[in-house]
């Protein structure tokens, strides 16, 4: 596709469920990274693909979460025993590559609302 | 402290206007600093991307980088209603990840 594409566009869930977040990166870039964005704030770093590895899972705040990209291409995320904490946006931006630059393109992000 | 600060304005400017928007930072390895602009309910989208210290020009938009300082900041000259928006610096020293400032919001007025 022309862009990022981020699937659903907005997730509600109850506390305790296990949410899926979907990304779809530009075609032909190798990087892709998810951040969280909550209200009033930047995004906040996630974790990042070169390929098909996790080049750095640094940001994830628990062993809660957890993303993929077994193909080099999409990517999920994966929230498991959601808590109301975890409501935020959830951006996905890819990168030709991950030398140097910060060219980030991002998607228009998941809006995840656990209640 | 965070590794990047930003005043949250909100900024408000009359049509025209030249607007100076600025971050301050900590981490002295960071080496590419990035302006984006975010619409409500929309994602990021790059304006400007500098390199280490110095300026850069692209039409109505000016970055400026000052290492020294830790301190970068993003001119809008002709300021229009269409650049209402939030703007956030960010910024990374190598491969991988960038580190955002919280935003500031921009009103321009008609």
């Known amino acids: 596709g022309a862009g990022v594409s981020q699937t659903p566009s907005n997730k509600v869930t109850e506390k305790g469920k296990y949410v899926e977040l979907r990304c779809d990166p530009i075609?032909?870039?190798?990087?892709l990274y998810w951040y969280r964005q909550s209200l009033g704030q930047g995004p906040e770093f996630l974790i990042y693909?070169?390929?098909?590895?996790?080049?750095?899972d640094s940001g994830l705040p628990n062993d809660r979460f957890f993303a993929v990209r077994p193909e080099g291409s999409v990517s999920t995320l994966k929230i498991q025993r959601t808590e109301r904490g975890d409501s935020a946006v959830y951006l996905c931006?890819?990168?030709?590559?991950?030398?140097?630059?910060?060219?980030?393109?991002f998607g228009e992000g998941s809006r995840l609302t656990v209640l | 402290q965070k590794e990047v600060e930003q005043d949250p304005g909100p900024l408000s400017v009359p049509e025209g206007a030249i607007v100076s928007l600025n971050c301050t930072y900590s981490?002295?390895?960071?080496?590419?600093f990035m302006w984006y602009r975010q619409y409500s309910r929309k994602g990021p989208e790059l304006l400007m991307y500098?390199?280490?210290?110095g300026n850069k020009e692209d039409g109505r938009f000016t970055a400026q980088v000052d290492k020294s300082s830790k301190y970068i900041s993003l001119f809008i000259r002709d300021s229009q209603p269409s650049d209402s928006a939030t703007y956030l610096c960010?910024?990374?020293?190598?491969?991988?990840?960038?580190?955002f400032g919280d935003g500031t919001t921009l009103t321009v007025k008609p």
């Open positions: 931006a890819s990168s030709l590559n991950a030398q140097g630059s910060g060219e980030l393109f």
């Open positions: 075609s032909g870039h190798t990087a």
């Open positions: 693909f070169q390929g098909t590895g996790a080049a750095d």
């Open positions: 981490n002295s390895a960071f080496q590419y």
């Open positions: 500098t390199y280490s210290s």
């Open positions: 960010a910024m990374s020293h190598n491969a991988g990840k960038s580190t």
